[in-house]
């Protein structure tokens, strides 16, 4: 079974789209066979038009609202900015606001905007419109998916039309890169009934046609404060099945996909016509071992259970050659300035002596439950499933059904397949590992993780932060009760026509620098 | 006749009553609703809490059955949580552009295959006819899904005279639908000219060897009369059927097809449908399956009647 689109699979896209996957694999296959026999695609490309497929998550429910779960992710960054926006190694450079700065206990930041900054109908963009935006994205009524990120945001004051002063209700070193957040968006104030349809930003493109069934077409804001952009139009035409994209791309009818799988690479491999990059992502599976369940409530068993892999090998048969990074039961992901790669190579003995020392001198029997809901997660099972049997680790696998997957088997099981989607350090670490966090998917209680995690959150020194959640990250590979094998590698494709996108996550592309010749 | 079409009507809104039942309660069965569905895993308690009272799910399945029911007497198919919209304003646009892909898909079939078919009955046994006969075997048997992505080929890629996937929404007039019709009109076309094409023959086949034929030609009958006459009319009946029995399934069967050329017809969305939890639609759209075969049903009978003076003599009696 091929790939379909995986990009940020947990973080944007709703449930349904990962049983799209039907079984239309031939049609690949039978297309790849042919073009490769000397088949010339044709592509209707124009200048200055970008063709992206967006593939229909939620069924025509989509919005245009940043803030909302149906957020209609495609294009939300074509028409709106963030405060604060990511370069290309992922740290904050500005983007709506201009510069930032803390009170010495990190919990208060005044942040100076950019001025002269107009929105698309032609009004100005200023403070009032900031606070009316976070209010948004921190109300807990609405309760956006943005507040898990942005939560710890207490209210915001404007000092003045550009100077705002966001209070927290803890510290926080790296706001920053938290209002980063691709869905962070700044909207204009009294918006909330308008939007979701006629979307109006500050961003490189202006809404023309908001059809998420069909397409929707977007122009070029000559105004635009970084630079009127290369594009006089993008359109985004909504193609549901991941196969279906790929003829479209082979086809010439669109100019991009955003993500095809690493298994699907090799059908654009004709570099007359395509391009591909492979971007690494901080998108993970993991399986998690809940430790209210004997004996996974001993830090032994845990960590045999994860240390008896061999996480490359594994990594390969998942996610196929150079489909993956490896991770050493780290949630962060290694384009991350805080990432710690520890040495984690498969130690069988030292897995077998951990389990004898608990009292399992002939190992154990678990029971790993798995689905088809998303890629990748019945893989991950098999193939951990072979690799741990060397050291006396015999694993059960229980199919469970897709469709209940995330309600009745996902943090309920004892021992189940999880995914996240890419998130900064600070984020994902507070979010699924903290004790207390309501996503913590082991129901591991370590107030020495969640000590340490305080006083990263405190220190204001860049390198001391940065030792501080390295150290985190070790006493996770000791202590976590989640075995993180990879983070994937996605895989963009687009005509060769396209030029200036840059080989990163699509939060951090500039839509305003791409051309199409 | 009148007594006849009543029964049928009566037995046909019984087979509905069931279905609704047995769908209603499939669909309940399946684990989750349509409340998990939607949140996936974002499904916390009080949103699911606040999701399941919002969409009247606390209900018992009864209370859901009738209230549905009922909204039905009304002409209100009801509303779909996962769309947010109602379920007539989903269905209507993509039955349009269904019934317009089957529409096109017949006209290209089905006379050809008639013509195809009595031509190679009367030419049996040639290399030609057998030339024929082989090729429609194999667009049978060959999955639609290869015959979509030859087709894909030949029209999209290699000769681009045709878009291979459909990039208008399905509320789209029905202009900017028509150029994204032909792809997969014509796999559907192809599958369905082979199986009435065969019947035909088949049936010339058989009517050809029966005795008032024979008697026709030895009263010295010009062949071109024997046939359109005599044969023609006897044989015909079956290939109807099938022609009937083709035509529901090209309203209704239609998913790999749509999904491979993302055309926005009925199939793509019924099997969405389910997967949604969403009971409103799937109800919909087995109401307009059984819709569909029933009336495929009366139009076959009634067409067969007017061609086969026996079966008019038997219900005038």
Known sequence: MLNKTVLRLTKRQPARLRRRNLGVAIVALTAFGLVSCGGSASTSTSAGVLRVANDAGFGGSETMDPYDGNRFWPAINMVFDRLIGVDKDFSPIPELAESWVANDAMTEWTLKLRSGVKFHDGSDFDSADVVYSIDRMIDPTFDSPVRAVLGIIDYVDAVDASTVTIVLSTAEADLPVLLADYRALMTPVDSLDTIGKAPVGTGPFSMQTFDPEGTTVLAANPNYFLGKPKLARIEIPAIADAQAATQALLGGQVDMLLAVGAKNESLFSDTSKFTTQRIVSGDWNGIDFQVNHKPFDDQRVRKALRIAVDRQQLTDVVLGKDGGVVACDTPVWSGDPYRWDGDCAQDIEGAKKLLADAGFPDGIDIEIFTSDVEDNFVDLVQAYQEQVKAAGIRVKITMADASGYWDNVWMKEPVFVTSWGQRPAPQVLNEVFRSTAAWNETGLIDTELDGLLDSARSTLDNDGRAKKYQAIQQRLFDNSATFIPYHKTLVRAMSAKVKGVAPIVIDAVRWEQIQVD | ?317
């Open chain 2, 1 to 317: 006749m009148t007594a006849y079409l009543l029964r049928r009507l009566a037995i046909s809104l019984g087979v509905f009553t069931v279905m609704s039942v047995l769908v209603f309660l499939g669909v309940e069965a399946l684990p989750g609703d349509a409340c998990t569905a939607l949140l996936g895993r974002s499904a916390t308690a009080t949103k699911l809490a606040q999701c399941r009272a919002a969409n009247g799910l606390n209900a018992s399945v009864l209370h859901r059955l009738i209230d549905w029911a009922s909204g039905l007497l009304h002409g209100d198919l009801g509303f779909s949580i996962r769309r947010g919209k109602s379920v007539v304003d989903i269905v209507m646009p993509r039955l349009r552009n269904s019934l317009a892909l089957a529409t096109v898909a017949s006209l290209m079939a089905f006379p050809l295959a008639i013509v195809v078919g009595v031509w190679s009955a009367r030419r049996k046994g040639t290399r030609v006819a057998r030339a024929v006969d082989t090729l429609s075997l194999v667009l049978m048997t060959m999955p639609e899904f290869v015959t979509a992505s030859v087709l894909w080929l030949l029209f999209a890629v290699w000769l681009p005279l045709l878009p291979g996937v459909t990039m208008v929404s399905s509320t789209a007039s029905l202009l900017d639908i028509l150029p994204n019709i032909w792809l997969p009109a014509i796999t559907l076309a192809l599958v369905v000219f082979a199986h009435v094409m065969r019947s035909m023959r088949a049936s010339f086949l058989v009517t050809e060897e029966r005795p008032f034929v024979e008697a026709a030609r030895a009263r010295g009958i010009a062949e071109r009369i024997v046939v359109r006459r005599h044969i023609l009319p006897a044989a015909l009946p079956t290939p109807i059927n099938v022609m009937a029995v083709t035509a529901a399934w090209l309203l209704t069967g239609t998913f790999v097809v749509e999904v491979v050329f993302n055309f926005p017809g009925l199939g793509r969305i019924a099997v969405d449908a389910i997967s949604d939890r969403d009971t409103a639609l799937i109800l919909a759209l087995t109401l307009f399956g059984l819709v569909v075969f029933i009336a495929s049903s009366f139009v076959s009978d009634a067409v067969t009647r007017a061609l086969d003076p026996r079966m008019r003599a038997q219900v005038a009696s």
